[in-house]
Structure formats: C-alpha cells, structure tokens
C-alpha cells in the first residue's frame, strides 16, 4: 500500500520534467495517474497512468478534458509554454507576445482548468501550483517571469482560502534540470547549470525527484495549506 494508494492524481505537464517524475513517483506510491498533454499520441503510458488531450491555451479543450476525468484527488499543474525562455530577456526587449503567451497558459489556463476541474474535485483533495524562485528574487533578465510566477503565489493563497478544504499549494522550484532548457546550444546551458550550482548552498542544481518528493508530501500531508514551498537548494538565502 503506497501513500497515495486509491487516489486519482492528475498532472497537467506530467509529460515532461519535474511533472514526468511527479506522475512516476505518485504511481509509485500507489495512485492512478492521469496525465494531460497536447500531443497524448507522443509517448505510450505506462500501466496505471492515462494520457488524455490538453491545451491550457484552449478554452474548449480544456473543457473537454475536465468533462473526462473521474472524481479527481490530487491536481498538479506544472505545465509552462514554450515561449517562456524567450521571455528572459531586459524589459525594453521582451516581446510582449511572448510574454502573453505564457501568461496565457500558466495563469490563466491554469485558472481556467481549475474551474473546469472543480465539480469533480473531492473535498480532502489538494491543488499543486507551480511558481519559481525569480517570484521573489531578483534575477536579470526575469521581469516576465517575475511577474508571472509572483501571479501564481498570489492566487495559490486566494485559492486555498476560496476552495477550503480543498488544499492549495505552490511549489516553487530553483534552477532544476529538465528538457525546459533543451533550446539553448549545449555549452551554455552547462555554463549556467554549473554557476548556479556553485553559487548555492548545497553545490548542486536541482534534479527532477527533489521536486517529485515534495509534490508527494504536498498531496499528503493534511496540515499544509496556502503555502509557497521553495525548493530550491537555499536560492532564496543570496
Ligand atoms: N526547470 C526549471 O529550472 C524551473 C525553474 C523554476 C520554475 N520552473 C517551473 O516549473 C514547472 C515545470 O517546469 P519543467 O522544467 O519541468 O517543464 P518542462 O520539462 O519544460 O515541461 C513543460 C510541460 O508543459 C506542457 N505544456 C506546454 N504547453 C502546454 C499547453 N499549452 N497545454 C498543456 N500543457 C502544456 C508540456 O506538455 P506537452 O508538450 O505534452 O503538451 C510539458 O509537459 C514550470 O511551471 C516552470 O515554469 C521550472
């Protein structure tokens, strides 16, 4: 018997990165996973887990995909655009379009699912949210991501109060490898990996199982409501 064993987890972007090892580590502990992705024909689940259509960035698929899902314990919404990397950039050279893009999908088609997912969620359910470290941290280049990621902490708390006793969460990871920075020529991916690992406390960047596990507690545990989780290798000490 696992710790999630009986429940219905959902993952939206749970075809990549830390939402692929959130997805593998929730079915290790015994859950019945559910996964939404644009392009569900792309990889074969493996048993246990379902892969449904899902584009946050469309309001008629993202009503089509909550109307298919069984009552629903545990909803984690990782997903992020592909235009996000584009959007690091000194705020007289951002594209706004691009910038649109990925508030289009991470706030408000994550928002939009939300209420779409409400009516099927249990009552001891939880919400997984994720932001991201620039939230509150000023790095160069995150004016975009600042404010979209200081977006999502903002409605996670509205949300856990609203939704009560459903519980609402938001994970906020540090720099962590995933395919999200496959875009960028080798070298210099390497080159940012290992400054960042050099500059925080515990000499290492993030890999995609520190963030499944805290995933995990987040659906367990009970008590916890409301809260941002900085999991981030000590990011936030400077
Ligand atoms: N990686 C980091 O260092 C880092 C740092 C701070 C914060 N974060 C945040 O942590 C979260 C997870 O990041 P990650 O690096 O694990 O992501 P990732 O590996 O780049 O995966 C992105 C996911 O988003 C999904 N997606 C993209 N557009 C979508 C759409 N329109 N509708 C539905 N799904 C869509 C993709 O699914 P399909 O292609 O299958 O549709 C994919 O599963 C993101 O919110 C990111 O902003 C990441």
Redesign the pocket.
Known sequence: MGRLSGSHVVV??????????IATLARTEGGRIT??????G??SAPEGMTVLP?????PQ?IADFAERLDPIDHLV??????A?LQTLKPVQAIDLADLESVFR??LF?TLRLIGACLPAMTRHGSIIL?????SRRTIPNHVG?GA??AA?EGAGRQLARELAPIRVNV????????????AMPAADREAMFAARAAALPVGR??M?DD?ALAAIHLMCNGYVTGTVQDI?GGALLG
Do not use: E
């Open positions: 939206v972007g749970g075809s990549s990165g830390m939402g692929a090892a996964i939404g992705s644009r392009n569900p792309r990889f899902l584009d946050l960035g469309l698929s919404i990782t997903a992020h655009a592909a996000t999908i991470k088609g994720f932001s991201g470290a620039a991501l979209l990621n999502v994970l906020s990871p540090g720099l962590v490898r995933t395919p999200a920075y496959d960047v993030g995609v963030i981030d």
